[in-house]
């Protein structure tokens, strides 16, 4: 099972980026998908999540209102779009998934709960 985050960059704060997952079909349409970061020097942290039941969706207290999670099955892709950036969020975003009809916090947002993994994009936020 593989998956695969994109669409990393570095932008300045207050910019915009959007943050793709891409994978096997079976896993984006069904599978709950999580986006997690990871600072240098840092645990990981888990960012938002989308429900494979109903695409509820759950975010960090530090990104609400900022960052948006969505699924787009007719292109296999789960999204991050993470407006109004700051330097603190600046890190390597992963995604990860499960094939659980589970939903519910914390435990969307925990690492351990996901058994699929992706490797990172880096997010850079700098002036």
């Known amino acids: 099972v593989q998956l695969q985050a994109s669409g990393g960059g570095l932008v300045q704060p207050g910019d915009s980026l959007r943050l793709s997952c891409t994978g096997a079909?079976?896993?984006?349409?069904?599978?709950?998908v999580g986006w997690f970061r990871q600072a240098p020097g840092k645990e990981r942290e888990g960012v938002s999540a989308?429900?494979?039941?109903?695409?509820?969706?759950y975010y960090a207290d530090s990104v609400k209102g900022r960052f948006t999670i969505s699924r787009d099955n007719a292109k296999n892709t789960v999204y991050l779009q993470m407006n109004a950036l700051k330097p603190e969020d600046t890190a390597v975003y992963s995604c990860?998934?499960?094939?659980?009809?589970?939903?519910?916090?914390?435990?969307?947002?925990?690492?351990?709960?996901?058994?699929?993994w992706g490797q990172g994009t880096q997010v850079t936020v700098s002036s």
């Open positions: 079909a079976f896993i984006l349409r069904y599978h709950a």
């Open positions: 989308i429900s494979s039941s109903d695409d509820s969706t």
């Open positions: 990860a998934s499960r094939d659980s009809t589970y939903q519910a916090m914390p435990v969307m947002l925990s690492g351990a709960w996901y058994d699929y």
